[in-house]
Structures are given as C-alpha cells and as structure tokens.
C-alpha cells in the first residue's frame, strides 16, 4: 500500500513567522509531488509542485524535496491569518497513473 | 473558478438507496478521478477515467461504480448506500492519468446519508 504519511496538527503559528509542515512518501518511484491547501468545507487548490530535489520557492512559499529520504516540506513564510487551511501533501504514484493524498495537516495562524 | 463543475453541490440519502454523481471536465482534459473526502481525512481514490475507460480503481467496494463519457464529462454511482457513505466526493481534472502539472478539482458534492 502507498502512503503518504502528515502530521494531522494542528500546527499554530503565530502571526508573521514561518510556517513548516512536513511530508513523507513510500513509494520510492514517486517523481511529482504538490502540496494542496484546503479551506474547510472547500475543494483542494494547487498550491506547489516540485519535482527535483532541493527548494523551489514561490512568493512566501517554499517547497523542498528529498528524495533519497522520502522527504517533502513545505515552508512558508511570513504567515497571514489567510493561510490558516488544511494542506494536503500529494504525489503521483509510480505507475503514473494517480494521485495519492496524505490526511493532512491542519494550520493555524495566530493573531 | 477552476473549469471542472460537480453537481449537486449537496445531498441528503437515505441509507440504502443510489445516488448519482455528475462532473464536468476542464475544457481539454481527458482523465478526470474521483476521490472521497471524510471528514478530517485526505482524498481518497475512488477510481479514474481516461478516454472513456477506467484507469485504476482504489480499495472501494464495486456498489461504486463510474461513467465516462465522449466530452469526458463523468459520473459517480454509488448504490446500496451506507452511513460511512458520508463525505466530500470530489472529482478532479487532468491532462492525462499521472499529469505532473497536477489535478483541478471540481468544488465537490457534499453526500450525508442517514
């Protein structure tokens, strides 16, 4: 069975700081991985896809990845009440053919 | 708004009864996958659709069945529908199967079945 393991929170991090939520992955084949934020009672939205090992950053966020770890993060920084979400930690599977999910890990920013 | 519509938006079943639900791609996709979402879980893959043929199905029992059809618009059968039934059903969109642009997904059917 492929997994993807989170740590389900919830994280509280206070206004202004940086932001870290972790990921890892069993299936060693795994070659995309996205992380998603979800609003409660929302659909996921894309926020970071990263595909080679190292940091890719995006505005406030930073996605890095690991593979010989199995290891994927994403940071964000300078935290805004806005971010305040659910992010699901996704990879494709090594067959190519889905997307797996973590449970997720619930944020939450404090004023 | 992210081009992949899912209707209805909400549904209230009785235990025991079918439902159906309806999805429409984003303009060019042709895989669309469908997950559930209970509450406080991740998306769970439910099965997928790529040219009108399913592509891979997850560990849901077979009363979940699906459609895909030519303008890859799909659907969700669920029969025989039970309490753990409950949750998001959300259908998403992509490029192909294993898209590394990611999927889009559909704002969801909210299911609860009593």
């Known amino acids: 069975q492929k997994e993807v393991e989170q740590n389900s929170g919830p994280l509280s991090v206070p206004e202004g700081a940086i932001a870290s939520l972790n990921c890892t992955y069993s299936?060693?084949?795994?070659?995309?991985f996205f992380w998603y934020r979800q609003y409660s009672g929302k659909s996921p939205e894309l926020i970071m896809s990263?595909?080679?090992?190292g940091d890719k950053e995006d505005g406030r966020f930073t996605a890095q990845l690991n593979k010989a770890s199995q290891y994927v993060s994403l940071l964000i920084r300078d935290s805004q009440p806005s971010d305040s979400a659910t992010y699901l930690c996704?990879?494709?599977?090594?067959?190519?053919?889905?997307?797996?999910f973590g449970s997720g890990t619930r944020l939450s920013i404090r004023p | 708004e992210t081009g992949v519509t899912q209707s209805p938006t909400h549904l209230i079943k009785t235990r025991g009864q079918q439902v159906t639900l309806r999805c429409s791609s984003q303009?060019?996709?042709?895989?669309v996958s469908w997950y559930q979402q209970a509450l406080g879980q991740g998306p769970q893959f439910i099965f997928q659709?790529?040219?009108?043929?399913?592509?891979g199905r997850g560990n849901f029992p077979p009363r979940f069945s699906g459609l895909q059809f030519p303008n890859y618009s799909s659907e969700l059968n669920v029969n025989a529908l039970e309490l753990d039934d409950s949750a998001l059903y959300l259908c998403?969109?992509?490029?192909?199967?294993?898209?590394?642009?990611?999927?889009?997904f559909g704002s969801g059917t909210r299911l609860t079945v009593v």
């Open positions: 998403a969109s992509s490029l192909e199967p294993g898209d590394v642009y990611g999927y889009t």
């Open positions: 299936d060693r084949g795994s070659q995309s």
């Open positions: 990263i595909y080679s090992n």
């Open positions: 996704a990879v494709i599977d090594s067959s190519a053919s889905k997307i797996i």
């Open positions: 303009s060019g996709h042709n895989t």
């Open positions: 659709y790529y040219r009108e043929e399913e592509n």
